[in-house]
């Protein structure tokens, strides 16, 4: 036998299906839902709590609940190189950005061994919130040499994709990319700005990009959200 909040999770998937329930429509409150559906209010608190973790249902606190449209699946082969921007409009999102900071420090070790410079070089670094339908997806920390970018990015504003923006304002081509998967450990504080739903994991890329001329222009942590983004490998043998 199918458990209540079981059959009422499937009531409401049925409702938003046929359109009943309507994307920005306002759940009637929880005790008024758990009468109509002969249930206890804890009942059917798990059934919509369900929901909201599937990206059904938005709780704004103090209003009630809403129902919303899911982040559709970001697929992306990872053999072949495309840009955070590239990702979300193949799959007909809105992108959105939000800066967290732009400045120029000496290089760290790991970055220098990875941008082939001396440490203490002084670096530009970006580090950038990438939204999908106002939602946060990735967030990116992009390390570039000065000696190669020079004040580029003091002067004028980057919106959208980074490898696009070398290309045009700089006439750097990015070709290719060293790549390392990565699952970050919970310590991780960089991860923890894409948690922003119980369900959501989030999977790190550290990569270099190179020129056509195999220089090591860009070093970056690109963090991913995994409930969105679906990263795969043809494998061949």
């Keep these: 036998m199918k458990h209540n909040y079981l ?6 998937e049925r409702q938003m299906r046929t359109g009943e329930l309507a994307v920005g429509d306002k759940l ?53 190189l495309s840009s955070t921007s590239e990702m979300i409009n193949s799959s007909s999102l809105q992108e959105g950005e939000r800066h967290e900071s732009i400045r120029i420090e000496p290089c760290q070790e790991e970055w220098a ?35 190669r970018v020079g004040q580029l990015f003091h002067n004028k504003s980057l919106q959208g994709s980074l490898m696009q923006f070398l290309e045009t304002e700089c006439g750097i081509r990015i070709v290719s990319a060293n790549t390392e ?12 700005r894409l948690l922003v739903k ?16 195999q220089v090591p222009i860009l070093f970056s942590y690109d963090y991913f959200r995994n409930d969105v983004f679906k990263f795969w490998v043809r494998r061949t043998r």
């Design 198 to 213: 119980p369900e959501a994991t989030v999977i790190l890329l550290k990569q270099t990009h190179y020129t056509e001329s």
């Design 181 to 192: 998967l990565i699952v970050p450990p919970p310590s991780d504080m960089n991860s923890r």
């Design 7 to 12: 059959r009422i999770k499937e009531e409401l």
């Design 113 to 147: 061994k990875f941008l082939e410079i001396n440490p203490e070089e002084p670096v530009t670094i970006i580090e950038r919130i990438r939204m999908a339908d106002g939602e946060p997806v990735s967030f990116n920390i992009n390390i570039m040499p000065n000696a």
């Design 28 to 80: 009637p409150s929880e005790p008024d839902m758990a009468r109509k559906f002969k249930v206890s209010r804890e009942t059917f608190r798990s059934a919509v709590k369900q929901l909201e973790q599937e990206g059904k249902l938005k709780v704004r606190s103090g209003f009630g609940r809403y129902v919303v449209r899911p982040l559709a699946s970001i697929p992306s082969s990872i053999d072949h």
